[in-house]
């Protein structure tokens, strides 16, 4: 049987919708809003960092009136999708804060450590389950050629304090018996999974509780700056409220401007059925840490609370920011991924894949937080998350909320916060070169050639796509 045909025969009856949704624990929706009210603050969007924003500011404030508005309902957008591998980093990893904010790696670390503390306490203060697990996270080469890679994780893990540990081919593959894996960097401390859709619907129950105002199937259609405050209208009602936050990430509502800097592509999952005792004796994995590896179309896999193995990667950009593709509820696209499963775990060559979907990355040339401001600051957008999105959004809230406000934080006064990424070219022009970049880093070990400019030049206009050239 070649691969392909094992792929077309392991997605037989998938089910294209995220696994983490497809639960009969999800919370039913609050009702849509119908009327005209009034309210401190407005939160547009009820994924991460919409729902950390309303609890931040109910804390530091528990008189401030807060409302949520939604377009569909809590957790539907990429909140509701990643593979949801926790990460200390407020910046997409430590390599991409380096190369953002070198001078200010240390604070940056330091708030992402108390950052994911105050996580790890709010989980328990609000009595969330969200099948989390402190198993760490483990950086793996692909081939000796990655080595290096790995030894360069390693050192800036250590550099900045982190529980980091090497490992030689031996120990990588007696962690995870995969034949590709050359060597590893296990980070164990302050890291692991999370079940996200169940930390979504969690967070939404401690919000409503706090008195946040909620109301779902109520999405953003026009906003007008009042002078102060911002007046916005949903299909059957409005808001007018003294400050609103942009919590819409990916989908980039509120402002056309937005999607200047930001750019919806599609990040694909796979999620097996249920191993056996007996498969999981075969791939080892005891201390079940959440895993990617160091090639630039990277892999990335966990485990979920029952032993099936999530397995995500294989970018894809559609058409003028589409971030709801029919192409990607079906098999075909998903059948490279399933190629890359085979490699990673050839001993389960005839299980079968019970759930595919793919999920809308912010991408922007800084793939981190930033804030947008409009309407003299009396609304700011807070979005551009590429990845560990579910710890770093609880960071980025919390300062939104700050420089929302225009307070003293000295968070506020740190480039990331005060500065924006820069512009990506507008359609055409942005699906051609999203095509073009992806099949060169597709096809780059391979067949190099007229590759390597090309993706020399997606770098100079500020995307780190950092392939092995």
């Given at each position: 049987m070649t691969t392909k045909t094992a792929a077309e025969k392991a997605l037989l009856k998938t089910k294209f919708f995220p696994f983490w949704l497809d639960n009969e624990a999800a919370p039913e929706p609050e009702a849509p809003l119908e009327e005209n009210v009034q309210c401190d603050l407005l939160i547009v969007g009820a994924g991460f960092t919409g729902l950390w924003a309303a609890i931040h500011a109910k804390e530091a404030n528990p008189q401030c009136d807060v409302v949520i508005i939604e377009s569909e309902c809590v957790a539907i957008g990429a909140s509701g999708r990643p593979a949801a591998i926790l990460s200390t980093s407020v910046m997409?990893?430590?390599?991409?804060?380096?190369?953002?904010?070198?001078?200010?790696?240390?604070?940056?670390e330091r708030l992402g450590k108390e950052n994911m503390d105050g996580f790890k306490k709010a989980l328990v203060r609000y009595n969330i389950d969200c099948d989390i697990e402190w198993g760490g996270e483990l950086t793996v080469a692909i081939g000796d050629g990655a080595i290096e890679d790995i030894n360069g994780e390693y050192e800036i893990y250590k550099k900045y304090g982190h529980d980091a540990h090497f490992l030689d081919k031996a120990a990588v593959q007696k962690e995870l018996n995969s034949p590709i894996f050359s060597a590893g960097m296990w980070s164990k401390k302050r890291s692991g999974t999370v079940h996200p859709a169940k930390l979504a619907w969690g967070l939404k129950r401690a919000a409503l509780e706090l008195g946040v105002r909620i109301y779902e199937y109520s999405p953003l259609l026009k906003s007008k700056h009042l002078k102060p405050g911002v007046l916005v209208t949903t299909p059957k009602g409005s808001v007018k409220a003294n400050k609103v936050l942009l919590a819409t990430n990916a989908f980039a509502a509120g402002s056309k401007k937005i999607k200047r800097r930001v750019s919806a592509i599609r990040d694909r999952i796979v999620v097996t059925e249920p191993l056996t005792d007996e498969q999981m004796a075969v791939i080892g994995w005891k201390n079940r840490q959440g895993i990617y590896d160091t090639r630039t179309q990277l892999n990335y896999m966990r485990l979920t609370s029952d032993n099936r193995i999530l397995f995500g990667g294989r970018l894809g950009y559609f058409f003028n920011d589409n971030t709801d593709p029919v192409a990607d509820k079906s098999a075909k696209n998903f059948l490279p991924l399933m190629t890359q499963?085979?490699?990673?775990?050839?001993?389960?060559?005839?299980?079968k894949i019970s759930h595919a979907w793919s999920g809308p990355i912010a991408l922007t040339t800084r793939m981190a937080v930033h804030y947008q401001h409009y309407y003299?600051?009396?609304?700011?957008?807070?979005?551009?998350?590429?990845?560990?999105?579910?710890?770093?959004?609880?960071?980025?809230?919390?300062?939104?909320?700050?420089?929302?406000?225009?307070?003293?934080?000295?968070?506020?006064?740190?480039?990331?916060?005060?500065?924006?990424?820069?512009?990506?070219?507008?359609?055409?022009?942005?699906?051609?070169?999203?095509?073009?970049?992806m099949y060169a880093l597709d096809t780059l070990d391979?067949?190099?050639?007229?590759?390597v400019p090309w993706v020399r030049l997606v770098e100079k206009m500020g995307f780190p796509v950092t392939p092995p050239v």
């Amino acid at each position: 049987m070649t691969t392909k045909t094992a792929a077309e025969k392991a997605l037989l009856k998938t089910k294209f919708f995220p696994f983490w949704l497809d639960n009969e624990a999800a919370p039913e929706p609050e009702a849509p809003l119908e009327e005209n009210v009034q309210c401190d603050l407005l939160i547009v969007g009820a994924g991460f960092t919409g729902l950390w924003a309303a609890i931040h500011a109910k804390e530091a404030n528990p008189q401030c009136d807060v409302v949520i508005i939604e377009s569909e309902c809590v957790a539907i957008g990429a909140s509701g999708r990643p593979a949801a591998i926790l990460s200390t980093s407020v910046m997409h990893g430590l390599d991409n804060s380096e190369r953002l904010f070198p001078t200010e790696m240390d604070e940056l670390e330091r708030l992402g450590k108390e950052n994911m503390d105050g996580f790890k306490k709010a989980l328990v203060r609000y009595n969330i389950d969200c099948d989390i697990e402190w198993g760490g996270e483990l950086t793996v080469a692909i081939g000796d050629g990655a080595i290096e890679d790995i030894n360069g994780e390693y050192e800036i893990y250590k550099k900045y304090g982190h529980d980091a540990h090497f490992l030689d081919k031996a120990a990588v593959q007696k962690e995870l018996n995969s034949p590709i894996f050359s060597a590893g960097m296990w980070s164990k401390k302050r890291s692991g999974t999370v079940h996200p859709a169940k930390l979504a619907w969690g967070l939404k129950r401690a919000a409503l509780e706090l008195g946040v105002r909620i109301y779902e199937y109520s999405p953003l259609l026009k906003s007008k700056h009042l002078k102060p405050g911002v007046l916005v209208t949903t299909p059957k009602g409005s808001v007018k409220a003294n400050k609103v936050l942009l919590a819409t990430n990916a989908f980039a509502a509120g402002s056309k401007k937005i999607k200047r800097r930001v750019s919806a592509i599609r990040d694909r999952i796979v999620v097996t059925e249920p191993l056996t005792d007996e498969q999981m004796a075969v791939i080892g994995w005891k201390n079940r840490q959440g895993i990617y590896d160091t090639r630039t179309q990277l892999n990335y896999m966990r485990l979920t609370s029952d032993n099936r193995i999530l397995f995500g990667g294989r970018l894809g950009y559609f058409f003028n920011d589409n971030t709801d593709p029919v192409a990607d509820k079906s098999a075909k696209n998903f059948l490279p991924l399933m190629t890359q499963f085979y490699k990673t775990f050839p001993s389960l060559a005839n299980i079968k894949i019970s759930h595919a979907w793919s999920g809308p990355i912010a991408l922007t040339t800084r793939m981190a937080v930033h804030y947008q401001h409009y309407y003299n600051g009396d609304m700011i957008y807070a979005g551009g998350y590429s990845g560990f999105g579910v710890t770093a959004s609880r960071f980025g809230a919390r300062v939104g909320l700050e420089v929302l406000n225009k307070t003293d934080a000295p968070e506020t006064k740190l480039e990331f916060a005060s500065s924006l990424p820069g512009y990506i070219p507008p359609e055409p022009f942005r699906w051609l070169g999203a095509q073009l970049t992806m099949y060169a880093l597709d096809t780059l070990d391979e067949k190099r050639g007229w590759r390597v400019p090309w993706v020399r030049l997606v770098e100079k206009m500020g995307f780190p796509v950092t392939p092995p050239v």
